[in-house]
């Protein structure tokens, strides 16, 4: 028992240390973003995102700056977060500025943000890709995640940010 203990650590090192080699995110990271994408997309009736290698390793490489900054490629939007314990809460919290969306205007109420929301459910974004380091300068993960084609353009909120 204490030897697969042992094992089962060794390998959490190596997978961790090749992500840091590799720049690639790990499969867990790949799951949680996608289906938590996915489930909101579901909500809102817009058909689910699909995972793009390039898109996460760019995230990867922005998440392993820790300079907490949007660093965007061409075409594409992008989420960014900190201090989270896991992908999946990252994108539930950008999901939760639906609370300040107005489905009416297709607009955020007044003194409030909702740009992470949108970018997450937004119909005309059909990839993803996320990465995520953890930064000793904040004591945090840096989370990232890159969409294409990106959202939030502006008028065209009320066709690609659909109601539940």
């Not at 945090?140 to 502006?154: A, E, I, K």
């Amino acid at each position: 028992m204490i030897f697969s203990s042992h094992l089962f650590k060794l390998g959490l090192i190596i997978v961790t240390v090749s992500q840091l080699v590799t720049g690639a995110p790990s499969d867990s990271l790949r799951t949680q973003a996608l289906n938590t994408h996915n489930k909101y997309r579901a909500r809102h009736h817009v058909p689910g995102v699909k995972w793009n290698q390039n898109l996460a390793n760019h995230a990867t490489r922005v998440s392993q700056t820790c300079n907490f900054k949007h660093v965007v490629l061409p075409n594409t939007g992008q989420n960014i977060s900190r201090g989270y314990p896991s992908m999946e809460a990252a994108i539930d919290d950008w999901y939760n500025e639906v609370r300040n969306y107005n489905y009416n205007t297709g607009s955020n109420k007044p003194g409030s943000s909702t740009g992470h929301f949108t970018q997450v459910v937004w119909k005309g974004t059909t990839q993803i890709g996320c990465g995520a380091t953890y930064c000793n300068n904040y004591r945090q993960t840096f989370y990232v995640c890159n969409y294409n084609p990106s959202g939030n353009y502006n008028g065209q909120n009320r066709a690609n940010v659909i109601h539940p």
